[in-house]
């Protein structure tokens, strides 16, 4: 059994590894950890699908990754576009042998909606739902398709209870942090909703926190604080990751023999986490797994 730790990078946990023949689909791959984990299962030899808000991002992200890559455009807030991302899939008639959704927003300052739910909501979590559900078939088709959906340790930043299912339009008040951190726990609830419902079959569900990690995702937090971030970083070594130590607990849930069997877990570091306790409440992953299909029922 190999053992990997916090310092450990994509490129290392996924060491003589070979991946040819596998279909990896990766969202938000155009940039920071996302990217990252394209280029590595790509280097393994995976066909990788590259998922970006646009095509041209998604096809100058392609040009970054060496071997396979094939671009997507998925705009995640675009339900009629994350459908069409996924029939695109679907038409390749392959089996998709990895399903990771990595794409996601952090905090942005004021409130902003989409479709009348708050922007975070949509973008990071109910987009993935629509992909995941429509790409289900897909991953079930592979020997054993593992989905990784790229939660974050602000998982804890929720609201009380969790889900503010009474919130969502954020019209009774908007944090920025407790709404990522929703939209961070509900990928999670996902994953462990998924993991029950795959149960009995080779398809696994798992979900990630990916470490802390100077990316692109500070795009909403004050210039300042941007401006600082490169030299903060340095200081707080122990607890920054660089973006290949970043991208290699995704990569190893997603691909290493190892934790093949593995489901319904949250991993930090390439080991197991333990999150809060929300994220274990099985009524609470089903309530959300039955709101998010109501939201998106006209696309599913
Ligand atoms: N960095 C960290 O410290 C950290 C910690 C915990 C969890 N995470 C999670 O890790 C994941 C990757 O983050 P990152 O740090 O690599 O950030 P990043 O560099 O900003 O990458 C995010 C990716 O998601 C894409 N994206 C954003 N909104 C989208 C939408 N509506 N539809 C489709 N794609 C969208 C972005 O595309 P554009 O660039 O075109 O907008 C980009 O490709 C996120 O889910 C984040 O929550 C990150």
Redesign the pocket.
């Known amino acids: 059994m190999a053992v990997f730790n916090k310092n450990s990078t994509a490129e290392e946990v996924t060491a003589g590894l070979d991946l040819a023949g596998r279909t990896a689909l990766v ?10 984990t394209a280029r590595v299962l790509a280097l393994r030899g995976a066909h990788v699908l590259v ?4 095509l041209d ?1 998604a096809r100058a ?1 392609c040009a970054a990754i060496p071997g396979r890559a094939t671009p997507l455009a ?5 339900f009629d576009g994350v459908a069409e991302c996924a029939a695109r899939v679907n038409q390749l008639g392959v089996p998709l042998d990895m399903l990771i ?6 905090a942005p300052p004021t409130l902003q909606l989409v479709r009348g739910l708050e ?1 975070q909501f ?3 979590h109910l ?1 993935h739902f629509l992909l995941v559900n429509r790409l289900l078939d897909a991953v079930r088709a592979a020997p054993a398709g593992r989905i990784v959906m ?5 998982h804890k930043w929720a609201p009380p209870g969790g889900i503010a299912f009474n919130n969502l339009t954020g019209d009774k008040g908007y944090e920025p942090r407790a709404f ?1 951190g929703q ?2 726990l509900a ?1 999670a609830l996902v994953a462990r909703e998924l993991a029950r419902r795959l149960r009995g079959r080779p398809a696994t569900a798992n979900a990630v ?11 909403y937090i004050p210039r300042w604080q941007q401006l600082l971030a490169p030299m903060v970083g340095p200081l707080l070594r122990s607890r ?2 660089t ?1 290949p130590q ?1 991208a290699a607990t995704t990569c190893y849930v997603a691909a290493h023999p190892d934790v093949a069997a593995a489901s319904g877990r949250y991993s930090a570091d390439c080991a197991v986490a333990t999150p809060a306790k929300v994220m274990e409440d099985d009524a609470l992953a089903a309530r959300l797994w039955t709101e998010s299909e109501r939201l998106v029922r006209s696309w599913l």
């Open positions: 969202t938000g791959a155009t940039s920071g950890i996302g990217l990252e998922a970006g808000r646009t991002k992200a998925c705009e995640l807030e675009d959704c990595n794409a996601g927003i952090m922007k949509v973008a990071n987009g790229v939660s974050s340790s602000a990522y939209s961070k990928n926190h990916p470490g802390l990690i100077i990316t692109n995702i500070i795009r920054i990751k973006t970043g």
